[in-house]
Structures are given as C-alpha cells and as structure tokens.
C-alpha cells in the first residue's frame, strides 16, 4: 500500500506573527517557515506504518510556492521515500484555497493510487480544517477525522477521533482519508543519515496547469487584525495572596 | 567561499536546533539550581543522539561516523552553542584527536568513545603552566619498559564523566639555542589505573553543571601502549588535531549569543516605558543594530574559518580571529542585553545573568584572547622579520 501525506508550508509556530500594516493579512517577508506541525504528524504515522510493515511506500506532496521543496525535503529526511511538488503560485502571501488543494490532491490520487492518505487536520496558519474532508467528496472515499489513534487490518482501518467530550472509535472502509489531531504521536527529529539520504531521494515537480486546476482564490480576505493583548500576569507568594487578589479582582 | 547553506545543512541546523529546544532547554534550570546533570537526563540525551546519528559527528565514516565538514560541524556546534554546555556534553563529540589511535588502541578508545560506549576528556593545563603549555610540570620517567608520570593537572572539562583521559605530559628536555625545551608525549589513561586520581575542582561562575577537575599522577605506570602518536611527538597529535577546537568556542558563542539577542529584541519590542516601547528610544535600537552587526560578523568568520579548513588552506590566523572576536562579541552582546533589561536583566527570573556569567570563560579557555591576538599578530609580522 502507498500512503500520500500532503504537507504545507507554513509560517514556523515559535514566530510571533506580525499582522501586515494594511491589514491584509500576515507579514511573511523574512519570516522562518516550517512544516504544518499536524502534517509532521501525519508523516511520523505514515512512517511507522511502513516501519509496521503496513505500508510499502510515503509519498509526501507540497502545494503551494517553489520554496514548499525544502518542506518536502523535510519530509524525506523524516522518512518519506519520495516526494512530489505542486507549483501553484510565485507569491508566497497567496494561500492556496482547500478546494484548490483538494482536487490537485485527487488528480495525485489518480495518478498515484494510495491506499491511504493521511493530512493534518488542519494548518496552523489559516485554521481551515477542511481539505481532507472536501478530498474525500471529491473521491467518493471515507474520511476519519482528528485521529488519536489509527490502526490499518486489511481493507479497513480503525480510528479513534478526538472529539468533543470524549473519543469515539470508528471503523472506516479502505481506501480512506484519514486527518490527524494533536495527540496521535510524538514526530521524530531527521536523522543525520536521513538528512544526508533526503537529496538524493526522488521530487518530481509539477504546477497546477498539470491538472488542469484552476487555483484563482474564491475567498476574500476582509481584514486581518491582532489578537487582543492580555494583560500581563502577577505572582503570588502565598495562598492567601493568591485569595486576596482574587476577592480584589471581584472573582471569588 | 561558497556562499549560503546547502539543503542538507539547512536541515542540519533546524534539527540541532529543535534537539536543543525540546531536550536541553527543559532540564537548564534543574541544572543551574542544583550544579548537577541527572545520571538519567545525561544517559536520555545521550541515547537520542546516538540514535538520531548525530553522536560523534565530527568522526569520519571510516569509523562508522557521519563525517560532517568543518563547517557542517560548526553549524552543529553553533545550534549546540544555544544551550547548556552541562547538557550539551552528552550530546557526545568526543575529542577528534582519537583518530591518532594506532593498533589496539582503535578498539580500545576510538571506537568506544564514538560508539558513545566510553566518554573522554583531554588534559593539558596545570596550576603552573596554562597558556605556557610548554612550561609543563607534569612528567613521565622511563622505568625498565615502561613510563611512571608524576604531577598534577588542573581545570579538565568533563573529567567527572570521562572513563579515560588523554593527557600531555613532559618526557624529557632538549637543549636549543633558545634555552632548554620539553620535549612532550601524549597518553591515555584509563579511570581507575593505578596511581591515577580524578578529584572536584573548583567552582566556576561559568557554565554551572559543566565541572572541571583535578587530576593528580602519583607514579602512575604506563606501557608504551598507552602512547598516542609517538613518543616525544605530542605537540605534533596536538597540532594536528587540536587546531580546529578553537572554532568550537567561537561558534558556540555565536549560537549563544543569538538566544540572547532574541531576548533583548523581544524586550526592547515589547517594554515600555514613559508611554511607548523602549525600542523607540535610539539608546535602546541602536544596542540592538550593533548587537545583530557584530553577531552576523563573528559568525561569518567563524564559518569562513571552518571553509578553510575544508579547503585546506592554512587557517590558524582565520581560526584565531574567530576565536577571539566571537567570545569577545558574546561579552559585548550578554552585557548589552542585560541593559537592555533593566534591573530585570540582573535577576534570575531571566537567563541573562546566566549568559553573561557563562560568556565570560569563552574568553579564557582554549587560548585567552591575548594569545589569539599573538597568534594572529604573529602570523602577520613574523612573515615580516617583525
Ligand atoms: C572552566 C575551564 C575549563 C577548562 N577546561 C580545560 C580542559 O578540559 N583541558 C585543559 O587542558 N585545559 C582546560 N582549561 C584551561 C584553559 O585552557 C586555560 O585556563 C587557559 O589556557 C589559560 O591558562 P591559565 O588559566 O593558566 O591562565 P594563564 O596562562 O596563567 O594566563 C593569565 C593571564 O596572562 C595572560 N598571558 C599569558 N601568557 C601571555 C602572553 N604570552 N602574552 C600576553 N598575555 C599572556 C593570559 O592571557 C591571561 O590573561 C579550562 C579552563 C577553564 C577556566
Ligand atoms: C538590585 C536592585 C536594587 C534596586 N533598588 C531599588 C530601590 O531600593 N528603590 C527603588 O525605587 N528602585 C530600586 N531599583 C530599581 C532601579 O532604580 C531600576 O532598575 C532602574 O531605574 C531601571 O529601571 P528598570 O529596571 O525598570 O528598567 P527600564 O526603565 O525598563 O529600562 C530598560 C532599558 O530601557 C532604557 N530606557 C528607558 N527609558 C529610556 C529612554 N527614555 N531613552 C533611552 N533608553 C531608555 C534603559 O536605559 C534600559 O536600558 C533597584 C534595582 C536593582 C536591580
């Protein structure tokens, strides 16, 4: 079975994002970009399911700006045996919408013909939380979402899904699409060998022309603006400082 | 010099970096209060190194290493830099001088020591004799076949955790017109052998966690088999082999000093005083422009300095400007961020004060900064009869 994994290239999660002047969304110039964390999740699971044996092949594919090949390349020292990029911009501040992404991915699928693919549950950087379910419209396959726990036997996989108030375990038929939470496992740092190994691993590129998708967005961002600052915290020495504050506050 | 980094050492950097964040940065305080790496914090980093292929990676592939360049190795030591050099220790780098192992010795010291089965540390300094390693007081006699050494040396890095220790020792004197001179061996000692003690040293304000220690040789007996190199040819194994250590430090400073500035620019951007963010009064912004200039400047030259190594072009000028202007730098910019704090700066609430202390022994060991300065001037004016 091959499993494809699509990772996205997104702001780093240790940079304190800046809001562009004019509001228009997020400054990128000079920023460090990263791996969507949920994604890293997605590979380490995809790796040990080759590891377990379940799997025979991680193909990792990157939508987005030319510079999405150093995230692909991160996924191949992590493991992935072989990577394929997607061109759909030359502007790193245009996101490429879930529904672009989503039938690029399909047109992949075609061509690749996983028995599995595995995506974050959403990117950190626009919190959309809805490419793997428009994939598996598009497809006509199922969907498990927000995994804590997946388990591949035969034509079906077993996924518990982090959901509000609890778990739930759901059993899905094969060939799925499965989007992962948090919780689902620890992602591996690269390796040195794995680092020295990723060159050297296949990066078919591609654009979106490729697929005859047509990636104009859809949406309009109306404006963007900070979070509302909190103030600052105070330490309390004692218990019954911490009391006193409190009634001060007007909170107990 | 090629300009910029490959992909590969792109990735080098980022994953040194996130093992520094995520397995060093957590354990720093519990260091810092207590002087102490837990034997089982030491051991977890130590395994996940070895496990991540990262461990000895300054040793070639020859002996089942990684074989990173110069340079790639200063990158590992820059992101290295960035955290406890206590913690850091186990994210093993064992001397490279151990290449000069011969016969029996690779099994016995190379390979374990970068198997990360035995850890070693490397004893030049004595109470007598620092910058003046020539002026060596430590000495082994010839006794039937073998040498008995005598003598004291002090300030040895990670002797508490080294399982043997490589040593320079004086082994005999020769005339030359310039007076008498020590001719000098190198050997390895085993933890443990007979006549050879490892006690505390003294306490530094630098650097808490990573000891340094005393050890002392009461007619400790040698074989000949515990020669490295040859016999009277140490300076030559310390000339080959200890030359690029200086770009060790320079580096680290550099990793060092760009988390301190990540703090300052964060204060100076966030603090405000007399109604706006101190970083809009230019006292403040202009620190920040000089701390960043002269950060990218004593990185720049530490990594040309490693790219000459690569080339193998002659270095030991580019390795001592590094050197001395990368902990000098360190002083600068701990100093200035301390500022840049307020009163906050000095107090342990934050890790300035950590900084700045640890800074200031990056200008002392492995050659004070005066004698970087006559290395590089020497260079320069002996060429010139000067
Ligand atoms: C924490 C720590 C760890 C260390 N770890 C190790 C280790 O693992 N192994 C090891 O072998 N050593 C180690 N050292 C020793 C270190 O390399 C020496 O401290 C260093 O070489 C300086 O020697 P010294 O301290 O004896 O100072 P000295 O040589 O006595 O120097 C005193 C002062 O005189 C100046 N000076 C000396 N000669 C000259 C000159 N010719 N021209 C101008 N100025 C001069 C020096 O610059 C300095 O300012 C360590 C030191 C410290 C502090
Ligand atoms: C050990 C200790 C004991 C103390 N004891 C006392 C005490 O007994 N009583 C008491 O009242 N206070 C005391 N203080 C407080 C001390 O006076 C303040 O720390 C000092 O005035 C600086 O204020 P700050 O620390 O809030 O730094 P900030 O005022 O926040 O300064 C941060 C940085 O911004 C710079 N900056 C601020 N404004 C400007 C400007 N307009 N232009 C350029 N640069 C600017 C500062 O120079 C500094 O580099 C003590 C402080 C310490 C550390």
Redesign the interface.
Known sequence: MKVLVPVKRVIDYNV?VRVKADGSGVDLANVKM?MNPFDEIAIEEAIRLKEAGKAEEVIAVSIGVKQAQ?TL??AL?MGADRAILVVASDDVHQDIEPLAVAKILAAVVKEEQPGLVLCGKQAIDNDMNATGQMLSALLGWSQATFASEVGVEGDHAVVTREVDGGLQTIKVKMPTIISVDLRLNEPR????????K??KKPLDEKTAADYGVDVTPRLSVVKTTEPAARAAGIKVGSVDELVSKLKEAGLV | MQYGLTEEQEMIVSTVRSFVENEIYPHEDLVERTGEVPAEIAAEIKRKTIDLGFYACNFPESVGCAGLSHLEFALVERELGRGSMALNHFFGRPQNILMACQGEQIERYLMPAVRGDRMDALAMTEPGAGSDVRGMKCSARRDGGDWVVNGTKHFISGAEHADFVIVFVATGEDDTPKGPKKRITCFLVDRGHPGFTIRDGYKSVSHRGYKNMILEFDDCRLPDAQVLGEVDGGFEVMNTWLYATRITVATMCVGRARRVFDYALDYAATREQFGQKIGKFQGVSFQIADMITEIDAADLLTLAAADRLDKGLPANREIASAKLYASEMLARVTDAAIQVHGGMGLMDDYPLERFWRDARVERIWDGTSEIQRHIISRDLLRALGA
């Open positions: 304190k990263s150093e390349r991160t020292a740092y690269a390796s040195l060998p794995n680092i020295m990723a060159k």
